[in-house]
């Protein structure tokens, strides 16, 4: 098997173990507060519309593993 492909399938399986055990990334948009917060009115907010409420994002990896 050529080298750069099985550093290639390394990382794969490292990137995917990651995302089996780690399955979400932080909102950026909330930081994880999971909610929007309205510049205008001072005081006023609702939940993040980035991530639905959620705080937080599937990773893709994790995405596809759950596909299965
Ligand atoms: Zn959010």
Request: some cysteine; proline content about 3%.
């Amino acid at each position: 098997m050529h080298p750069a492909l099985v550093i290639t399938l390394v990382a794969l399986a490292v990137y995917f173990g990651s995302c089996y055990f780690h399955p979400y990334r932080k909102c950026k948009a909330c930081n994880r507060s999971k909610e929007s917060h309205s510049t205008t009115f001072k005081g006023a907010f609702g939940k993040c519309r980035a991530c639905n409420g959620r705080g937080h994002h599937i990773r893709l990896g994790a995405r596809i593993l759950n596909q299965k």
